[in-house]
């Protein structure tokens, strides 16, 4: 094992970790905000790529193959949103059912192929694991990553602040309360879907171009990522941060952690094909630390004979 | 103020489950009116609120507000006319937001959502002159989450915030239940008090019969949904527990053993 290795790693650790942070706070969105789990996501984070992608290969500018990653992101967003308050299924079960739909749409958008190269020398793509080391820092893919999550950041911390956006906190923190303040929830939700899965497509149409190609797997698992950073963001940074552009800043940082971490048990000599399964296993040990927290606490003050009626 | 005709509710109709909670309200509320409700378990009383405030739509009648129909409305779009605190202090108000927050969510009930700033400085002093009448100290705490207030304190500010912008009709669900006895009394205190000050027309349920006949101008005793008893005026103040108690039994029969506990 060479340290060496290790460290050379780092930054595109560190330039995927903050992709990923991206996408992670779209998640937070809907899992922390709006309280829902939106497994949307896994389909999302493909279909950004996707549109981005072919829109290029098509002739199209960044700008626009951007922006129109985001509506894509915004019409998943809004599918799940529809399918969870107009037709009344479970927030779950709807975002699973528009994320195998989007299965089939993202192959249709790829044009039938699993996967869809675009090459930095020909395209004028915004960030590349290529432009890494030895670029002017504009050209910096942690640079403009960092960027993208700053803008990011900044815009959502002003929109959760305005009416609107405090009606959705609102309608996350206590539905009937909402209501009863003339807030209309369903319509809350929906807004707060499609903001979270247009952010999540974005952050897929930059891991495409960072990556050189959309894959239609490179969405499975999404959700797992983004739960992991919201929560080694609660775990690390909670007592620091008390502030909602801090809060997401964190998110951000908790995705960059993640990579490092990950990056660090590739070194160790794990095998890439069980990343998943840790995935999991860290972010299901995480998830149930609450539970865990109260049993065990209560066992202590039962033994201490210090509990409450 | 509000006016409701031939109401109906049943809830799971068509199975085991079947509930006839409303089988026929009428009730009209002039403007001013303080309406004190009572009733035992099963009555219809939360169910009448809850018809008035939307959270489901009715069978049957028509519920009037200020002479608009809001019959088929949402809950949201009525919630324009209402104000309302719940038994429950954790219903009424977003635990995870800020006491100012809160207050700024409902100052802007009934009006749309807009990219403007949640709130604003003058607001904010609005706020802390509003929360003084509380006299719970909270006017110094206006960014404090609201989740770590006491049961008493989320009711206080429950109820400042459903008559922030003063509704046509505030509807109190037993909404100091909950409250221990001298939390109670002062968040009737300040009930009382907002209602006077503002001239506003209210519906109270209580399990509290004297409170039932000590607040408001008028009584109300429901039973099996509907209402049996409607008194107001002078024949109401001079009412008394037994009095209440007689007219019940003479109502339920035989259930009254059952529900004597309950009431008294």
Redesign the interface.
Known sequence: MNIGSLINALPGACAQGLIWGIMAIGVYITYQILDLADLTVDGTMCTGGAVCVMMMLNGYSLPVSLICAFLAGLLAGFATGFLHTAMGIPAILAGILTQLGLYSINLRVMLGKANQAINVNNYPLIVSLRNIRDVPLYKNAIFVVLVFVLVIVLVLYW?F???????I??T???P??????????NMNKIIGLMLSNGIVALASALLAQYQGFVDINMGRGAIVIGLAAVIIAQVIFGKLTHNFATKLLAVAAGAVIYYIVIQFVLWLGLNANDLKLLSALVVAIFLSVPRLKEKYLNGLMKKGGAGRA | MLKIVGVKKTFNAGTVNEKRALVGIDLTLNEGDFVTVIGGNGAGKSTTLNAI?GVWLVDEGEIIIDGINVTRLP???R??Y?G?VFQDP????????QIE?NL???S????P???????NAAERERYKEKLKILDLGLEDRLTTKVGLLSGGQRQALTLL?ATLKKPKLLLLDEHTAALDPKTAAKVLEATDKIIARDNLTAIMITHNMKDAIAHGNRLIMMHEGRIIYDVSGEEKQKLHVSDLLAKFEQASGDEFANDRMILA
């Open positions: 929109f602040g305005t009416e609107l956006g405090c009606a906190r609102a996350g923190s206590n009937s309360m909402s209501r009863a303040q003339g807030i209309n929830t | 405030a809950e949201y779009k919630a324009k209402l309302r954790m219903t009424g108000t977003a635990a995870s937001m927050e700024a969510l409902a802007r009930r009934g009006l959502r807009t990219l403007k700033s949640g709130i915030m």
